[in-house]
Nanobody, 124 residues
C-alpha cells in the first residue's frame, strides 16, 4: 500500500497559478499510476488528470486541458499538478489518487489509495 499527502493548495486570484504536490510513502511509487481529482461543495468528485507509471503518458479532463500539467518525479516519490490560468470554476478540494491496476481509469473507483485533499480557492 501507499500513503499519499497533498500540499500546495491555497487562495489565488483568477488568472493566477498554483502547484500542488502529492508525496507518497514507500519504495514502490514507480509501480503506481497517479491521478488528480477534485470535488466542489455539494458536487460529485470529478477527474482532473492522470499520469502513467513512467510519466510518459498523461491525460486531462477537457475542462483543464491546456491549463493544467500533471508530472511526476519517481526519484522523489512525488506527483505534481501545475495549475495555470486558474478560474473560479476550479475552486474545489483537490485529491491525489494512486492505483497499481494496468487499466487506464478516469473514475474514482479505479483508484485504491487517496490523499486527504487540499483546498484550492480561486477568486474572481
Amino acid at each position: 500500500q501507499v500513503q499519499l499527502v497533498e500540499s500546495g493548495g491555497g487562495r489565488v486570484q483568477a488568472g493566477g497559478s498554483l502547484r500542488l504536490s502529492c508525496a507518497a510513502s514507500g519504495r514502490t511509487f514507480k509501480n503506481y499510476a497517479m491521478a488528480w481529482f477534485r470535488q466542489a461543495p455539494g458536487k460529485e468528485r470529478e477527474f482532473v488528470a492522470r499520469i502513467s507509471r513512467s510519466g510518459a503518458i498523461t491525460y486531462y479532463a477537457d475542462s483543464v486541458k491546456g491549463r493544467f500539467t500533471i508530472s511526476r518525479d519517481n526519484a522523489k516519490n512525488t506527483v505534481y499538478l501545475q495549475m495555470n490560468s486558474l478560474k473560479p470554476e476550479d475552486t474545489a478540494v483537490y485529491y491525489c489518487a494512486a492505483t497499481q491496476r494496468i487499466t487506464i481509469a478516469t473514475s474514482s473507483n479505479g483508484y485504491d489509495y487517496w490523499g486527504q485533499g487540499t483546498q484550492v480557492t480561486v477568486s474572481s
